[in-house]
């Protein structure tokens, strides 16, 4: 099968290491009001955007891994780009989700939603809830959740959950295990509300600005991590550990603050 035929069943292929997924927001009230027209049409089967400011001008195609239109739910957004790294997260893998783009574009939007409408909350606490629904539902495994959340502001890395206050930290490197941050604070999590709890904790204590596009935009990176370890007995009678990381990376509106 091609990866055209594969994307309709919902399957991605194991090469497929990134994917770039492209959301098209609906058309704001403010840009109704001007009388503004409606220039990218997507094209889910063929994953194209297709940008075209006139009649007589020919559209221009671009291609990516898939493509939505403003009609979207959000159950499908987390659905097809999302689970899939879920679940691979349980595995024993690690996996990052972020959302890029302008400030105005739509990012919190399909990262966070309405956190308490079905409807319409977002990539993020979906993917909390999906945790915990699979670790409750498998009772052959011992499972540990842990979370940490980090900065990066002016190229410093600012921990947002240390209890005595915002601390600058450094980036340490490891033989065996790679990049990680020293003394980066963890906290274990018991269910979903917990993990979300957390997140807006770390959320007050961001670097925000306004700007012209938005009133309090998010100045700084952000990364929260879920850190799942999962223990189980093996074939052999021992237990053996495996370690899966979800990041949930929030970047920085792409404009320049002066915007």
Sequence with gaps: MNNKQLKKMG?????????????????????????????????????EILVQKSVEEVPK????????????????????????????????????????????????????????????????PRAFETIFNSINI??????LVRASYLEIYKEEVLDLLNKGGIQKLELKEKPGSGVYVKDLSTALV??????????????????VGQTKMNHESSRSHSIFTVTIECAEIGADGKAHIKVGKLNMVDLAGSEKQSK
Excluded: W
């Design 190 to 207: 018991e269910n979903p509300a917990k993990l979300m709890e957390i997140m807006v904790k770390g959320n007050k204590n961001r670097h």
């Design 138 to 143: 498998d009772e052959t495994k011992q499972y």
């Design 61 to 124: 195609r671009f291609t990516f891994d898939c493509v939505y239109d403003e009609n979207v739910l959000q159950k499908d957004i987390f659905d097809e780009t999302a689970f899939p790294i879920i679940e691979n997260i349980l595995q024993g893998y690690n996996g990052t989700i972020f959302a890029y783009g302008q400030t105005g574009t739509g990012k919190t939007h399909t990262m966070a939603g309405v956190i308490d409408s079905d409807e319409l909350k977002g990539i993020t």
């Design 11 to 47: 399957i991605q292929k194991k090469s497929e290491t990134v994917r770039v997924v492209i959301r098209c927001r609906p058309l704001s009230k403010k840009e109704v009001a001007e009388g503004r027209e409606k220039v990218v049409n997507m094209d889910y089967e063929n994953g």
